[in-house]
């Protein structure tokens, strides 16, 4: 039996580690979704500076405000856009078809852009803008070529330059970021903003795992406590068996 | 009481049903633990059906609508999240249970007489819950689940004539659309549960019929005492209901720490690129199902042109065997004959249609496993090293075959599939061989521990 165990545990590792890798060049980020601080932070910055362009409309205002301890007045007084009631969701103000106009692509959703694209991934390319003639907007990221959106956050991070090197094939490869004209945070502060938001997002496309972790809890201490016991009455009743 | 109960039994056998499935339904003492993973299915059967009747009084079945009604159970409705997770972890749980389920049959012989029908209805049951998992991977209408149906429903296409055809009739428009949408929400829903209920109550009655094996593969039933019961038997319940408790608690921690704690399970439960909506401009880098059909999907892709004239060397090994066995003179030509049709099929037709004959056929070999077993014992206790062997590296390499289908192709990956296909039917062609060269070890007369 300790060995069926292990065999199991053997057999998973490769499963999860394989499953987890992909894109090896991504930034770590470290989620935290105890941190109601960094949640209202992050929900406020989303609010001030995405939604104008993307909707998170699987989501209600009201919703995420008793998520993340924020009282109905301040909620209504910094969240809200005036035309919109707690119990809406959260829709971009941009009518869709202007954004399509503008930019070329309407800018997706962004409710589960945490779940489908992966935290890591999101914190990178928030932090991974860079300017670049070759583009229609003048901006380019190091994981979405040619995206269509432009750095809204420049003046924060400020603008930067990506180097590159040229392999023995005449390939481009990303080296790292230079700073050509700093903005109004450092880069340590920048990254702590852009961790507030990534922490954000990953509540925004999973609201219940807020909970679901705690109700865990809870259920695997009662199934173990269920399971002694059922152990304790097989035992007695196979008493007789010989 | 007693008056209630005679009154019930003279209109309805219901002491009756009770005694013969679970007070005088006499199993085997010797029972381990692969003896749980039936009554988990049947666990989880319950669950899927149950956590289902929740979803769907909030799920719309409309390419609109769909994606944001799954969003709405998970944010919206009271515990929709749970009962979300329940079911789309369940069902990979239902597949893990399955497969257990069926790789006990084969350690412990339990598909051989008296046992054949109860492991067909096995094999029946085993492709409706397939095709119960492929429908309702559909309906949450992610960008992944809508290529994948893509991707299964044109394989029909490879079939000569018809191909065409049978997969618009089966979308029911040029395109998977808002049509097989609905068709694939009434199967998931009503069809299949239905056809699934009925099969497991014809399964049990067949397990019941000739009763259960054991990890021994003795015939308790040859051993009986004076007042007619098996010596080595105990009635079903209370020891194994009770016992079935203990394995039905130690299986929901399990699962209930997936559902709560990682109901992604890394992108095998649930996958990333089905949490963005269905986009018919917008392909996902690798189109893969989910895990428990990647086996055979890799046997799928790993068939083409450079696979075929082996498959011809299979088809030639085959005929030889089938015809040492077969000893009329008829039944040899028309083996013979059979081959050549093949043989010739193979180097006319496309490859693609190869791959859906051959992933059919995998199931299909499954089936035939009471037939193409010859060994004088059924349990793995009491062979020899060669079937040992055989099912060790049949285990890993059906492991290694669902990995492959889980990654994208490059070339030593497909060679690793091709050669993987070539042992899963090696396998099976070659069991009747190894199985009665084998040697095996004497079967003892009564139930050992
Ligand atoms: C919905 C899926 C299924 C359910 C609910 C189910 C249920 C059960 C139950 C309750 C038992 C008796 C307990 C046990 O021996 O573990 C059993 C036995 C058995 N099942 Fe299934 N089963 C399912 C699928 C399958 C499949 C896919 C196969 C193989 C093709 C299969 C083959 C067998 C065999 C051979 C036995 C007798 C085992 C023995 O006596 O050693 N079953 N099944």
């Not at chain 2, 159970?73 to 997770?85: F, H, K, N, Q």
């Not at chain 2, 065409?164 to 097989?180: H, K, Q, Y």
Request: charged content about 15%.
């Amino acid at each position: 039996m300790k060995r069926t165990v292990f065999l199991i545990c053997l057999l998973l590792a490769p499963l999860a580690a394989t499953a987890a890798g992909g894109n090896g060049q991504l930034d770590e980020v470290k989620i935290d979704l105890r941190d109601k601080q960094a949640l209202q932070r992050g929900a406020r910055l989303f609010v001030n500076f995405c939604l104008s362009c993307h909707s998170a409309g699987y989501m209600r205002y009201d919703r995420m405000g008793k998520d993340l301890g924020i009282p109905e007045a301040v909620l209504k007084d910094n969240f809200l856009f005036s035309a919109h009631r707690p119990g809406d969701l959260m829709k971009a103000t941009m009518p869709h078809d202007d954004a399509k106009l503008w930019f070329g692509t309407a800018p997706p959703d962004l409710s589960l852009v945490a779940r489908s694209r992966g935290p890591e991934w999101f914190y990178t390319y928030m932090r991974s803008f860079y300017q670049d003639e070759v583009s229609p907007s003048g901006w380019n990221n190091r994981v979405f070529p040619h995206v269509a959106m432009p750095h809204v956050l420049y003046e924060w991070q400020g603008t930067q330059q990506a180097i590159f090197h040229k392999d023995e094939h005449g390939q481009q490869h990303f080296e790292r970021f230079e700073l050509t004209k700093a903005g109004s945070m450092s880069p340590e502060e920048y990254d702590a903003a852009m961790h507030d938001l990534t922490n954000f997002m990953v509540y925004l496309g999973e609201p219940a795992k807020l909970h679901r972790y705690n109700i865990g809890v809870f259920v695997l201490i009662f199934m173990a406590i269920f399971t002694l016991l059922m152990y304790a009455l097989k035992k007695e009743y196979w008493t007789d068996v010989k | 009481m007693e008056k209630f109960m005679q009154w019930i039994d003279e209109r309805y056998p219901l002491t009756e049903t009770y005694n013969e499935h679970l007070a005088k339904y006499y199993a085997p003492k010797n029972f381990n633990w692969m003896y749980y993973f039936g009554s988990l299915a049947l666990l989880m059967l319950v669950v899927q059906i149950v956590t289902g009747i929740f979803l769907t009084m909030h799920y719309k079945p409309d390419a609109r609508l769909a994606f944001e009604s799954v969003e709405y159970i998970m944010r919206d409705v009271p515990w929709g999240w749970l009962m979300r997770y329940l079911h789309a972890v369940g069902a990979s749980f239902f597949f893990i249970v399955v497969y257990l389920h069926m790789l006990r049959g084969m350690l412990y012989g339990s598909h051989r007489s008296p046992r054949e029908l109860l492991w067909l209805v096995g094999m029946v049951i085993f492709l409706c819950l397939m095709a119960e998992a492929f429908m309702g991977y559909l309906l949450p209408w992610g960008n992944m689940s809508y290529w994948g149906a893509q991707v299964i429903i044109s394989l029909f296409g490879a079939i000569p004539y018809v191909g065409d055809g049978l997969t618009e009739w089966i979308r029911g428009d040029f395109v998977v659309a808002d049509a097989t949408l609905n068709r694939f929400f009434a199967l998931h829903v009503i069809a299949l549960p239905l056809v699934l209920a009925g099969l497991v109550f014809v399964h049990l009655i067949a397990l019941h019929k000739v009763g259960s094996n054991n990890p021994d593969g003795i015939e308790i039933k040859k051993n009986k005492g004076p007042d007619g019961i098996p010596v080595d038997g105990i009635p079903f319940h209370p020891y194994y209901t009770v016992k079935d408790l203990v394995g039905v608690s130690v299986f929901l921690m399990i699962y209930f720490a997936v559902v709560f704690f990682m109901p992604e399970f890394f992108g095998w439960f649930l996958e990333h690129d089905n949490f963005t909506p269905a986009n018919l401009l917008q392909t996902p880098t690798e189109i893969k199902p989910l895990w428990y059909f990647t086996p055979f999907y890799s046997i799928l892709r790993a068939t083409t042109n450079t696979l075929l004239p082996y498959l011809a060397g299979v088809a030639l090994v085959t005929m030889v065997l089938a015809v040492m066995a077969v000893k009329n003179l008829i039944g040899r030509a028309l083996i013979v004959g059979a081959t050549v049709v093949f043989i010739a099929g193979l180097f006319t037709l496309e490859a693609k249609f190869w791959g859906v004959v051959l992933m059919g056929l995998s199931i299909v070999l499954l089936a035939l496993l009471p037939w193409l077993d010859r060994s004088p014992v059924k349990s793995i206790r009491y062979r020899g090293w060669m079937y040992k062997t055989a099912i060790t590296v049949f285990c890993i390499n059906f492991l290694l075959l669902g990995w492959l289908g889980t990654q994208g192709v490059d070339e030593t990956k497909t060679l690793l599939a091709q050669v993987g296909t070539i042992i899963y039917l090696l396998f099976f062609v070659l069991m009747p061989v190894y199985t009665s060269l084998d040697k095996t070890r004497p079967v003892p007369e009564r139930l050992t521990k």
